[in-house]
């Protein structure tokens, strides 16, 4: 039941996985063009249960690939973003991720051994904050790619100071929300009028799933994971890691798009407001139409996730081919 | 709105220390007999998908459908909500404590949606071989008063784990109960399977196959309540002795409950028996093997009592659970039926 190659030698041993770095996760310690890893990990049973339990998305582990049982590559995208971790001190780390630029390639065979590896390729200073781009990826087994991604974060904040505000760059185009009053659209179609909403996906977060989804399990305190490291940067609750709701756009877009997604699907999207532990969010979005990608025909949409009281907590864009028939 | 656990987490964004004022779970304070809880909570969807996921036991009854009507809980869904009454008068992230033995009696399914009153009892208090032991018995009720489930349950209260565990601190490793626990099946005899006239004393039970990880005896030991144990955090295991966190016994039982449910079926559910002890630790990530055997099949008016021994063993041979469980399953279901005893 490993989880990483080095996992089982936690068993009475040391605590010092390997993606434990040592140093301090300030923005002054990068360095551009760093790498983290490549380092192989299994997507094995139990690493798909805790996707599937932690988004509560039972359709992302009863994916097939080659006739196999497979996962979605979705499951991939926080082990790359906390692939930083092989190099820092995870429980040093006080970040907040404002923006993940993500393409789904293929599903995972579950049990397959994949290769994680990413680096640093920017850095930039504004409104007094400190920005890291990284870049990374993962590979199967036969080298095919599963998914890349491009995400920016906050090196080194204090969370209580700045949640609450958008962070993120002024987008290029704004994302307004706006859906026709029709029945939401199942599947998707480039018939589907403009602005068609999508079928919605709603989670209520537990503080269990964002404990097992933000790697409590793995020995690290943040504010995701328990009260003691949301009181330690000034947060008077627990607050969810906003890559899960690149999981729930991508359960809603899986479920929209179908396997298309899965081997073709993009995401852009930019975290506008935090969302907390008990936090019933949703996932929308509304057809945009067509776009030309590399070549291909992609029908794109207008994607968001918010709150209960309607307040917007990311936004973005969403594309993939379209299967008709 | 009724909440799901024996605590209400979502206090804490009030500055509320769930915990305060609450009793130093020590044996000096104990009052024998001292009133634990009542608690009402509700048997909602994450409560089930939560159980399924640390417990490894995704059986459709719970997460789909059952023949009882709807979906249903787990066997054991409630039962560490009935060990864990009393920490609604002690701290709970104060406990350093090890469970011993387990009594459940199951009498009838908890439903998706079901509010449940918990309620129970420290009933008496010894010391033996210089450990503190205390004795709960509690109820589970369902809509209506419906009895669900009750437990009968025995916890050292305050030790030091990595001092007592595996020592055989149950005092005597399996004994103590109907009988010493073999740990073996007739190898010659097929795997019992109810319906069919396998079900004959020596006969092995199912087989099942468990790794717990840290993130799966977390969630089960209330890291959603912010409680922090043995069991859910390295540095309190450290400092209890132990080199790795622990599962929980409890834990262990709701693999025996996962099995039963697989050989027993509906009638677990509706008059079933276990009774464990817990004789050795079992760390994270330990691979366990969860089977029984048949041991007597006792035909009546009513059906067939089927007793059966039940194990849990570690990787490396040792038993860390054993114990005793019986239900009566329907006329029929068992190869003795419906001829004459088969007591061996």
Sequence with gaps: MTTTEQQPALIGGTTTPWWTGTKPALFENIEIGEQFGPFEITVDDRLVKNYVFAQDDPAAGALTHDGAPAAHPALLCNELLFLFYANFDGNTAEGLHTHENISFHSPIRIGEKVTIGGRYVETYERRGQGYVVMEAEAHGEDGRPLVTRRGTEIMHTRAADVVGGSRAPAPARAVTGEALDVTPAERASFDLAERTPLAPAATRISQEQMYVFSWGGRGFSNIHTDAAGAKKVGMDRTVAQAMQQVGYLSRMCTAFHGPSFVTGGHLSVKFVNPFYVDDLVTARGAVLGTVDHDGARHLESEVWVENEAGRKTAVGWAHAPVAEG | ?344
């Design chain 2, 1 to 344: 709105m009724t909440w799901r656990d024996l605590t209400d987490p979502r206090v804490v964004a009030d500055g509320v220390d769930p915990e305060a004022g609450l009793k130093e779970p020590i044996f000096e304070n104990l009052e024998i007999p001292e009133a634990l809880g009542p608690v009402t909570l509700v048997v909602d969807d994450h409560k089930i998908k939560r159980y399924a996921f640390t417990q490894d036991d995704h059986h459709p009854w719970h997460l789909h459908d059952s023949p009882f009507g709807g979906r249903i809980a787990h066997a054991g869904l409630l039962s560490n909500d009935l060990v864990q009454l009393f920490t609604t008068r002690y701290a709970a992230s104060r406990t350093v404590g090890l469970h011993t033995e387990e009594q459940l009696w199951f009498d009838s399914p908890a439903f998706l949606g079901d509010e449940i009153t918990l309620a129970g009892t420290y009933t008496e208090s010894y010391t033996r071989r210089g450990q503190d032991y205390v004795v709960m018995e509690a109820t589970a009720s369902g809509p209506g008063g419906r009895s669900v489930l009750r437990h009968r349950g025995v916890e050292i209260l305050r030790t030091r784990p990595g001092d007592v565990a595996g020592r055989g601190s149950t005092g005597d490793g399996g004994s103590g109960g109907p009988g010493r626990i073999s740990g073996t099946a007739d190898p010659d005899l097929p795997v019992a399977r109810l319906g069919t006239d396998t079900v004959v004393p020596g006969a092995a039970l199912p087989e099942l196959e468990f790794t717990i990880t840290q993130e799966q005896a977390s969630v089960f030991s209330r890291c959603g309540e912010y409680v922090r144990n043995v069991h859910s955090d390295l540095a309190v295991a450290r400092d209890g002795g132990l080199r790795i966190p622990i599962v929980q016994g409890q834990q262990q039982c709701g693999l025996v409950t996962a099995m039963l449910t697989r050989f027993f079926g509906e009638s677990l559910f509706t008059g079933g028996r276990l009774r464990v002890k817990f004789v050795a630790p079992v760390e994270v990530f330990e691979p366990l093997t969860v089977t029984g055997v048949v041991t007597a099949v006792t035909p009546s008016d009513s059906g067939s009592l089927v007793e059966t021994e039940v194990w849990v063993r570690r990787a490396d041979g040792r038993l860390s659970t054993v114990g005793w469980a019986s239900a009566t399953v329907p006329a029929g279901a068992t190869g003795a039926e419906p001829s004459t005893s088969t007591h061996p």
